[in-house]
């Protein structure tokens, strides 16, 4: 599981650790949580972003992808223009934005991230640990290594 928020430098960057990850273990499940922790434009992004996964899951990876890796501020703006490019309503997602169920899928963030201990992004759980910051694709896979067989490496 990943805490992220769009507006994280450490976030973007640590991106294609995850996307590596993913490549080589086509078993490996990643949950993402919204994390909007640095203001306003970070809690806009996140709006849309639920809007779009709750309107079009099928887009919501691409989507992340283009927002995460976004030059300049991720705002509610940028986000609604990447989902209009993913051939996405405008009109439909401001609608789902304004729906409870952003204001639902947030809080939970908030109440899990709470449990946990998590204070910034990126935050990584992995198995029974919790990793904090962009600890880099080896640490991470070690982690996944050490959930499955209870060694950094299997």
């Known amino acids: 599981v990943e805490f992220f928020d769009y507006n ?3 976030c973007r960057h640590a991106l294609s650790d995850l996307d590596t990850l993913i490549e080589n273990d086509p078993n490996l499940r990643v949950v993402l949580k919204e994390f909007p922790v640095l203001g306003q434009a970070s809690m806009e992004a996140s709006a849309v972003s639920i809007a779009v996964h709750d309107t079009a899951p099928e887009l919501y990876g691409d989507f992340h992808h283009r927002l995460l890796s976004l030059e300049g501020h991720a705002n509610e703006e940028a986000a609604l223009d990447i989902a209009e490019e993913l051939g996405l309503s405008r009109e439909d997602i401001e609608a789902k934005m304004r729906s409870d169920v952003v204001k639902k899928t947030v809080q939970e963030s908030y109440d899990l991230a709470r449990s946990l201990g998590l204070s910034g992004t990126p935050s990584y759980v992995v198995g ?18 050490e959930a499955r067989c209870g060694a950094a490496s299997c």
């Not at 029974?128 to 290594?145: H, P, Q, T, W």
């Open 128 to 145: 029974d640990g919790v990793e904090f910051g962009a600890v880099g694709y080896d640490a991470l896979l070690a982690r996944v290594n």
């Open 8 to 10: 994280c430098g450490y």
